[in-house]
């Protein structure tokens, strides 16, 4: 079982950055693909990024390309998205997401996703 616990979250004002954190732990050993997820009120989720266990393929949705930036840093079993120039259509429940995959590839639908995190709010204000 792998638990993964998001932070980073919070209330910003139009225009401003932030930088979300995804935290893993139990049994993190294996090549794991992650991505994150957002969902507004009364809205399905969305595909918000994408990245590979490698960390060499990365993917976003066109709604945030450009603005937002998905990494890793394996030592510390940490996902990262970096978000800047926010939106008041980018609020909502941010999730991280992870599937173990032997292929170096991202994985776009949440289906595919075995293991989910609990999720960090973040509301942009116009």
């Known amino acids: 079982q792998v638990h993964l616990v998001e932070s980073g979250g919070g209330l910003v004002q139009a225009g401003g950055s932030l930088r979300l954190s995804c935290v893993a732990s139990?049994?993190?050993?294996?090549?794991?693909?992650m991505g994150w997820f957002r969902q507004a009120p009364g809205k399905e989720r969305e595909f918000v990024a994408s990245?590979?266990?490698?960390?060499?393929?990365?993917y976003y949705a066109d709604s945030v390309k450009g603005r937002f930036t998905i990494s890793r840093v394996d030592f510390k079993k940490t996902l990262y998205l970096d978000m800047n120039s926010l939106e008041p259509e980018d609020t909502g429940v941010y999730c991280c997401?992870?599937?173990?995959?032997?292929?170096?590839?991202?994985?776009?639908?949440?289906?595919?996703?075995?293991?989910w995190g609990q999720g960090t709010q973040v509301t942009v204000s116009s």
């Open positions: 139990g049994r993190t050993a294996g090549s794991y693909a």
């Open positions: 997401a992870a599937v173990q995959k032997w292929q170096d590839i991202v994985v776009r639908g949440p289906m595919e996703y075995d293991y």
């Open positions: 990245i590979s266990w490698s960390g060499g393929h990365t």
